[in-house]
């Protein structure tokens, strides 16, 4: 077995470790774009797991941010990373310490775009770590679920133009991140509330966090009429349909969907594409 494939594996079973509701529809899809996706999704969550860590201090996960933001900007110098990073090595995930693997594995033609995407991701995470997450008008939260997902949608897009062609809306790819990211939001508002962070806007109810949920998932619809392969449809419906899902189970007082539930969702998914 090659490196690469090595790597391909490897990836995939990070993956599967790191994110469960990703690794279904990425692993829908052909192989070649099946292991690009993956290998941006992990390094988007490499910076991810440093913004969301629980016990580096908000000076440190700022000064890492920034790092890498700027060496995402240049030919990726892995002995600057391994640097980097020494000091934290004990604390911090695989799936951060190996971003220079996931690097590796994307293909030469996309890999600038997909740096390019988390090098401003790790920038706007870094603003935010500074700013303690605080959140008080509606541009602020605009601002903050680009920066976390919303770069996501414009990352997939970018994939998508590479790999087949294909066109989409990039502010309807944005709404399509940040309406999974507000979903997510009103999903872990008690837990978030015990470490401190309220992403809520300054006035606002939970019922217009609510709002700002499906006006974002309405949009990401609309994103995915301009999907005409199957793979990559398949791909953007499954979470799209359990954010649909979510959101309809926490406005019914529930805490989250079962696992039988999610299973139904993902299976109807794929009769209604492949229909």
């Given at each position: 077995m090659s490196k690469v494939s090595d790597l391909q594996k490897e990836s995939m079973k990070m993956l599967k470790e790191t994110s469960r509701t990703f690794f279904i529809p990425i692993n829908c899809l052909k192989s070649n774009l099946k292991h690009t996706v993956a290998s941006a999704y992990l390094c988007m969550r490499a910076i991810d797991e440093i913004e969301d860590h629980e016990s580096l201090e908000g000076e440190a996960k700022h000064q890492l941010l920034l790092s890498i933001s700027q060496l995402l900007k240049k030919p990726f110098d892995e002995e600057a990373y391994a640097s980097l990073i020494r000091p934290y090595r004990t604390v911090l995930p695989d799936v951060t310490q190996r971003l220079g693997d996931w690097l590796r594995l994307c293909p030469s033609e996309i890999v600038s775009k997909v740096k390019s995407s988390t090098s401003e991701m790790a920038e706007g995470m870094a603003k935010w770590v500074n700013l303690d997450f605080l959140i008080k008008t509606k541009a602020d939260l605009d601002e903050y679920t680009y920066y976390v997902a919303g770069l996501?949608?414009?990352?997939?897009?970018d994939l998508w133009k590479w790999y087949d062609n294909?066109?989409?809306?990039?502010?309807?790819?944005?709404?399509?991140?940040?309406?999974?990211?507000?979903?997510?939001?009103?999903?872990?508002?008690?837990?978030?509330?015990?470490?401190?962070?309220?992403?809520?806007?300054?006035?606002?109810?939970?019922?217009?966090?609510?709002?700002?949920a499906r006006q974002n998932l309405e949009k990401a619809d609309n994103y995915i009429k301009d999907i005409k392969d199957r793979r990559i449809l398949l791909f953007c419906k499954i979470p799209l349909s359990l954010a649909h899902s979510t959101?309809?189970?926490?406005?019914?007082?529930k805490e989250k969907m079962s696992r039988d539930e999610v299973h139904e969702i993902v299976e109807q998914v794929k009769i209604e594409v492949n229909a």
């Open positions: 996501v949608g414009c990352m997939l897009s294909t066109n989409t809306d990039q502010e309807l790819a944005i709404a399509f991140g940040r309406g999974l990211q507000a979903v997510n939001m009103l999903r872990n508002q008690d837990e978030d509330s015990e470490r401190g962070v309220n992403f809520i806007p300054e006035g606002w109810s939970r019922e217009d966090m609510f709002q700002y959101l309809n189970a926490l406005s019914k007082g």
